[in-house]
């Protein structure tokens, strides 16, 4: 079993930053993603970012230049760097990691304020 532990959320005034962090722990074969979702009030679930073992990064056009994602493959870790936050970066952040599934953390409420 796999279970993936999220931290670092919170209140932050606009402008501000935070950092994400999602840790992986249990029987996982071999990561070959890592990544982050977002889910606002009344919205769908969408992509935030997403890193490849290979170390290859996509990024949602919304937060490209603000965001950074990095992960740590020896931690089964992955990080989100959330620099110049909006009021519409406001939703509940969620981690996944991909190997021959795809598991997901049980997500991290980020409220920017303006």
């Known amino acids: 079993q796999v279970q993936l532990v999220e931290s670092g959320g919170g209140l932050v005034q606009a402008g501000g930053s935070l950092r994400l962090s999602c840790a992986a722990s249990?029987?996982?074969?071999?990561?070959?993603?890592m990544g982050w979702f977002r889910q606002a009030p009344g919205k769908q679930r969408e992509l935030v970012a997403s890193?490849?073992?290979?170390?290859?990064?996509n990024y949602a056009d919304p937060v490209k230049g603000r965001f950074a994602i990095s992960g740590d493959n020896a931690k089964n870790t992955v990080y989100l760097q959330m620099n110049s936050l909006k009021p519409e970066d406001t939703a509940v952040y969620y981690c996944y990691v991909s190997d021959l599934r795809v598991y997901w953390g049980q997500g991290t409420q980020v409220t920017v304020s303006s």
């Open positions: 249990g029987s996982i074969f071999r990561i070959d993603n």
């Open positions: 890193i490849a073992s290979g170390g290859n990064t």
